[in-house]
C-alpha cells in the first residue's frame, strides 16, 4: 500500500515474468491519514472514520460477516489509530478505549473468551498503544500500565507461562505502573429487564503493587438516572474481609472501604465482583459505569464499564418457500439510543441447511431489513438471525422450510 502527498491510498502490485516487469496500481480511497495491512486493508480516514477491505475468514473486518470485501465498508467512527495482523484487528478511538475483532482461538482478543468475533469488541479503556504479535497482544495504558494476553508458547505473555497449551482471554498486569490498577470486562452489562440485580461485572480485576487496596469508588458517570438507578453491595466479611459500602443516590456513587486500610486484593476482587447494578427503569440511553481503586498513596487509571439495553428483533416470522424459488425474509430492528440506520443486521446458518451460504447479510438501513433467501435442495433450517448496536447484539431463531 502507498499513501500519497495528497491523503490518496493506493494499493500497488508487481505483476511480469522474469524479463518483462510491470507496476499495477489502484486508487484505494481519499482523504486517508493512515493504513494498516496484514492479509487484509483497514485505514483511517480524516473524519475519523475507520475502512476495511479485503480477507475476512476470521471476522477481522468487523462488519458482523466472514464474507471478503472487494470494496472498503466503514466500520467505526473517532478512530486515532488501527493495528493488524493475520485474521485480527484492533483499534483505538479518541476516548483511549481499545476494540478489538477477528481470529480468538488463543485469546487474543482479550475479551474473555476463545471465540472469534466478527464485531468490534471493547476490551480496554485508557490505552496509549497496541502491539499485534500472531497469537498475542500487547497494550499500553496510559498510566505506564503493561498488559499482555493471547498465546504464550514461547513465553511471550511475560507472566511465566509457556508452551502449546499456555493462554491468557484476559489481559494480565506485567510491568511498568506503580500504582494500583483496575480492568473492567469486554462489551457491556445487558440490561433484559427491569426491577432486577444485575452483577456489574463479574470478571473485573484489580491489582495492587502492596497486594492491599484501601478503598474502591463506581459511580455512574453517564445518563444517571437517579430516581431508578443503583449500585448494590452486600458485605461478606468471611470472603471480603472488613470492606463496607455507602451509596449516594444523588451522585450515584458507591464507596468501598476497608475498615482496616489494608484488605487483600483478592479481598477487593471479590467485593468488586459482587457489585449489582440495579434499575427500575432501564430507560434508552446506554450508563457508563467508572470504577477506581485506592492503596493508600495512590489512585489508579479509571476504567468503566457500559450498561445497555439490547436492540430489538420483531416482527420475524417462520417462512416457507419452494426449492428454485428465492424467497424474502422480513423483519423489523430497533434500539433505544441507536437510530434504525447505524443498526447492522445478517443471519447464520448451521453447517448442514438446505439453505445456500452460511452468513448473510441483511439488506435495508431503516427499520426493515430483508434477507434474500435461496436453497439448494428440500429440508427445513434453523436460521439465527442477528442485530447489533455495535455493543450489545441480539439473535433470534426462526424456522425456514423449504419444500
Do not use: C
Not at 476470521?58 to 486515532?80: F, H, I, M, S, W
Not at 445487558?190 to 473485573?204: I, V
Not at 439495553?309 to 424459488?325: N, Q, V
Not at 433467501?373 to 439473535?395: E, P
Amino acid at each position: 500500500m502507498l499513501l500519497d502527498e495528497k491523503s490518496a491510498l493506493w494499493f500497488v502490485s508487481e505483476i511480469g515474468t522474469d524479463t518483462t516487469v510491470v507496476w499495477e496500481t489502484k486508487r484505494v480511497a481519499e482523504s486517508v491519514v493512515s493504513a494498516a495491512t496484514g492479509g487484509h486493508l483497514m485505514f483511517i480516514k480524516k473524519d475519523g472514520t475507520l475502512w476495511a477491505e479485503g480477507a475476512n475468514d476470521r471476522g477481522q473486518l468487523g462488519d458482523g460477516t466472514r464474507t471478503e470485501r472487494n470494496t472498503p465498508v466503514k466500520v467505526a467512527n473517532r478512530v486515532v489509530a488501527v493495528y493488524v495482523n493475520q485474521g485480527r484487528t484492533a483499534f483505538l478511538k479518541d476516548d483511549g478505549k481499545l476494540w478489538v475483532m477477528g481470529a480468538n482461538d488463543r485469546g487474543q482478543l482479550g475479551d474473555g473468551t476463545f471465540e472469534d468475533r466478527t464485531r468490534p469488541v471493547r476490551v480496554a479503556t485508557s490505552v496509549a498503544h497496541v502491539a499485534i504479535g500472531r497469537e498475542h497482544m500487547a497494550i499500553l495504558r496510559k498510566n505506564g500500565e503493561l498488559l499482555t494476553v493471547g498465546g504464550a508458547r514461547n513465553g511471550q505473555l511475560g507472566n511465566g507461562q509457556v508452551g502449546e497449551g499456555a493462554k491468557r482471554a484476559k489481559p494480565v498486569h506485567i510491568a511498568g505502573n506503580k500504582k494500583p490498577s483496575v480492568l473492567t470486562s469486554a462489551g457491556a452489562l445487558r440490561l433484559s429487564k427491569a426491577n432486577k440485580n444485575y452483577t456489574l461485572d463479574a470478571d473485573m480485576q484489580v491489582w495492587s503493587k502492596s497486594g492491599k487496596l484501601s478503598q474502591a469508588t463506581l459511580t455512574i458517570s453517564k445518563n444517571l438516572r437517579a430516581k431508578d438507578d443503583r449500585l448494590v453491595f452486600v458485605a461478606n466479611p468471611r470472603q471480603m474481609g472488613d470492606i463496607s459500602g455507602t451509596y449516594s443516590k444523588s451522585k450515584g456513587k458507591l464507596t468501598l472501604k476497608s475498615a482496616s486500610g489494608g484488605a487483600t486484593v483478592a479481598q477487593w476482587q471479590k467485593a468488586l465482583r459482587a457489585v449489582k447494578f440495579q434499575t427500575a427503569n432501564r430507560g434508552s440511553k446506554v450508563r457508563e459505569v467508572t470504577i477506581a481503586v485506592y492503596d493508600g498513596s495512590a489512585k489508579s487509571a479509571k476504567s468503566t464499564r457500559l450498561v445497555d439495553r439490547p436492540p430489538k428483533i420483531s416482527e420475524l416470522k417462520a417462512l416457507t418457500f419452494s426449492l428454485g424459488d428465492t424467497a424474502r425474509l422480513k423483519f423489523k430492528v430497533s434500539d433505544g439510543e441507536t437510530a434504525a440506520k447505524s443498526l447492522v443486521a445478517w443471519a447464520t446458518l448451521a453447517k448442514e441447511s438446505p439453505l445456500h451460504g452460511k452468513v448473510i447479510d441483511a439488506e435495508g438501513t431503516g427499520a426493515t431489513r430483508v434477507l434474500t433467501l435461496t436453497a439448494w435442495k428440500r429440508g427445513t433450517a434453523k436460521l439465527n438471525v442477528h442485530v447489533s448496536d455495535g455493543i450489545l447484539s441480539t439473535t433470534k431463531t426462526v424456522k425456514v422450510t423449504v419444500k
